[in-house]
C-alpha cells in the first residue's frame, strides 16, 4: 500500500507564503509523475502543479497559480514540495499530493484518473 502523507498545511495571510510537503515511505517520489490537487469546499478537485519523475524535472502548473506556486522535490529525502506565493482568497482549499505509477506526466491534461495514488490531503486557510 503506497502512503502518500502531506503537512505544511495552515492558515496565512493574503498576500503571504506557504510551503506544503509530501513524503512517501514506500514510494521514491522521484521517479514518478507526482503533482499537487486542490479542492475547495462545493467544488471539483482541479489540478494544480505536478513533475515529472524522467530526470528532467519538467513542471507543468494550472493557469491560476503561474508565477505564484513553485513545484520541487528533494529526491534525496524524498519529499515534494509545494511553494505558495502571493496567496490570494481564492487559493484556499485541501491540498493532496498524488502520483501516478510512471514517470511521465500527461501534459496537458490534470484527469485524476492519470494519478493512481493520493495522500489525505492538507488544509490551507487565506485570511483578508
Known amino acids: 500500500q503506497v502512503q502518500l502523507v502531506e503537512s505544511g498545511g495552515g492558515t496565512v495571510q493574503a498576500g503571504g507564503s506557504l510551503t506544503l510537503s509530501c513524503t512517501s515511505s514506500?514510494?521514491?517520489?522521484?521517479?514518478?509523475?507526482i503533482g499537487w490537487f486542490r479542492q475547495a469546499p462545493g467544488k471539483g478537485r482541479e489540478g494544480v502543479a505536478m513533475?515529472?519523475?524522467?530526470?528532467?524535472?519538467?513542471?507543468t502548473y494550472t493557469d491560476s497559480v503561474k508565477g505564484r506556486f513553485t513545484i520541487s522535490k528533494d529526491n534525496g529525502n524524498n519529499i515534494l514540495y509545494l511553494h505558495m506565493s502571493s496567496l490570494k482568497p481564492e487559493d484556499p482549499a485541501m491540498y493532496y499530493c498524488a502520483a501516478r505509477e510512471f514517470s511521465d506526466c500527461i501534459v496537458g491534461s490534470w484527469s485524476e484518473r492519470h494519478f493512481r495514488y493520493w495522500g489525505q490531503g492538507t488544509q490551507v486557510t487565506v485570511s483578508s
Open positions: 514506500r514510494y521514491r517520489l522521484g521517479s514518478f509523475c
Open positions: 513533475i515529472d519523475g524522467l530526470g528532467i524535472d519538467t513542471t
